[in-house]
Nanobody
Framework: VQLQASGGGLVQAGGSLRLSCAAS????????IGWFRQAPGKEREIVAA????????FYADSVKGRFTISRSNFKSDLSLQMDGLKPEDTAVYFC?????????????????WGQGTQVTVSS
């Protein structure tokens, strides 16, 4: 499966963006999905994750209460709603998949990655 993140852009602090993750060569509903981000000069970090069934979610402390990960397996739709954006949220955002019910916080547990989408938050 190949994953593709989309929906990034330039937004002012306090604004919102909605990122989407799409799959080709496979079915998104078969995968637990994690959203990661990498800012310039920094290591890639997990932002949020959702289990295959959507029963479980995880959020990094830095985004808790501001970001919402959701999926509709019926529609094969998966998104990351980002509200209250801050300049420190500026990064390239990636969605990653693992063919497993359970989400993981660890980058190494996700074998499937796509190209990211740039999110830039101006102050």
């Amino acid at each position: 499966v190949q994953l593709q993140a989309s929906g990034g852009g330039l937004v002012q602090a306090g604004g919102s963006l909605r990122l989407s993750c799409a799959a080709s060569g496979g079915t998104l509903r078969d995968y637990a999905i994690g959203w990661f981000r990498q800012a310039p000069g920094k290591e890639r970090e997990i932002v949020a994750a959702i289990s295959r069934s959507a029963r479980n979610t995880f959020y990094a402390d830095s985004v808790k209460g501001r970001f919402t990960i959701s999926r509709s397996n019926f529609k094969s739709d998966l998104s990351l709603q980002m509200d209250g954006l801050k300049p420190e949220d500026t990064a390239v955002y990636f969605c990653a998949g693992r063919r497993n019910e359970f989400l993981s916080r660890a980058e190494r547990d996700y074998p499937y990655w796509g190209q990211g989408t740039q999110v830039t938050v101006s102050s």
